[in-house]
């Protein structure tokens, strides 16, 4: 029997690739002869570096940049040949991202992307042409203006006075200027890889549906939302580009709006991307059963998840899936019609704080899988 363990990431307790040991663990416990591959997966937030990575594409680069709060970090980004082309992969989550910000510190009124832009900037000079941008786990609302900021926009107030890069540049810009912007930009091309497909503004916009877990204020997302709505027309008379017609715009904090419109890249679905990076569809083909899941599967998994995306892959060649999470939704309605079944992971009663632990999570993983497959052996 050959089992596929395509998972996503428990977030704030296991990585991909842990879960897939773990339930590996428990597979083999029932079924020692078992065949089992592990290929961690992600939607193009964070950890899908990590994914491609261990799935053999390229290497990192290292680059010293700056955090949400400006401070100096080390991060990197991936680069590695696809089609015949060198092709740099970026998480903005590397240099953007929540977990950069201390939780009391936590604001998007005062965190940008500058370091994300930075990053781009590096590969750009070190002659990279083609990029994937991956959109996710951002702490950020700033429109991208930090991002084009680190590659020469140059943004002003109402008053014509230049913006600086210090917290939010985008509450303040009223227009901006090409003129100093890297000319190599122009010779590039941009792919951004988001799991949301959130409007630029709006109710269901970036502001509205992500901001408050960034740490802003209900008065607080109105400012971000009122800013993002100035900076669409801004964009829309320079560029020609509507981008609140464009699903997913409104991904990290409005950076996708950024990369469609200034840096004129188009959006693609983030887990789509990363199983056509990882050979994904191949590795489906030769399994008997596949695993897939992450920390919360409920309907909202079915909009551009892991766990929807593996799901689709398995059903297209008649292949069993199941679904494992931290917790699953009591309304199944959309996941049934995918998964053959979907299982929580909790063995008993336990606060949230303690089911996140690492060593409970990967017990409760491993047991898991191993009643799973003596069930499936009696079969």
Not at 21 to 30: D, M, P, S, T, Y
Not at 273 to 280: A, D, P, Y
Not at 284 to 303: A, F, P, Y
Not at 351 to 357: I, K, N, P, T, V
Request: hydrophobic share 40%.
């Amino acid at each position: 029997m050959n089992f596929l363990i395509a998972a996503d990431s428990f977030k704030d307790s296991l990585s991909s690739f842990e879960i897939g040991r773990c339930v590996e663990k428990g597979i083999l416990q029932a079924k020692p002869d078992a065949q089992v591959v592990i290929s961690p997966m992600a939607d193009g937030g964070e950890g899908t570096i990590d994914a491609l990575l261990y799935s053999g594409k390229g290497q990192e680069i290292e680059v010293q940049v700056h955090s949400p709060l400006m401070e100096k970090i080390k991060t990197s980004y991936l680069v590695f040949k696809k089609d015949k082309e060198e092709v740099v992969f970026i998480e903005c989550a590397r240099s953007s991202g929540l977990p950069l910000v201390p939780v009391a510190l936590r604001n998007p009124m005062v965190t940008n992307t500058h370091g994300f832009g930075e990053q781009i900037k590096d590969a750009i000079n070190k002659g990279y042409r083609h990029f994937i941008l991956s959109l996710g786990g951002s702490a950020t609302n700033d429109g991208g203006v930090g991002m084009l900021q680190a590659l020469g926009w140059e943004f002003f107030d109402e008053k014509g006075v230049l913006i600086g890069s210090e917290g939010n540049p985008l509450l303040q810009v009223a227009s901006f200027s090409e003129r100093n912007v890297l000319p190599e930009v122009a010779e590039c091309t941009f792919t951004a890889a988001s799991d949301v497909t959130n409007p630029f503004f709006g109710p269901k916009g970036a502001a509205h549906i992500f901001g408050k877990q960034k740490g802003a204020s209900q008065d607080e997302i109105v400012v971000l939302d009122g800013a993002l709505q100035r900076f669409s027309a801004l964009i829309k008379k320079a560029y020609d580009v509507d981008v609140q017609e464009i699903a997913g715009a409104g991904a990290a904090g409005g950076l996708g709006g950024a990369i469609i419109g200034p840096l004129k890249g188009t959006i693609r679905s983030g887990v789509e991307l990363v199983i056509e990076l990882t050979g994904l569809e191949e590795k489906v083909k030769s399994s008997d059963i596949v695993i897939t899941g992450e920390g919360s599967l409920d309907n909202q998994s079915m909009m551009g998840k892991v766990p929807f995306g593996i799901a689709k892959l398995a059903r297209k060649y008649g292949k069993p899936v199941i679904g494992i999470a931290g917790r699953i939704d009591t309304n199944l309605e959309e996941v049934d019609k995918y998964f053959n079944g979907v299982f929580s992971i909790q063995t008993e009663c336990r606060s949230l704080e303690e089911a996140l632990g690492p060593e409970i999570t990967a017990l409760q993983l491993e047991i898991t899988a191993r009643q799973l497959v003596k069930t499936m052996v009696l079969l």
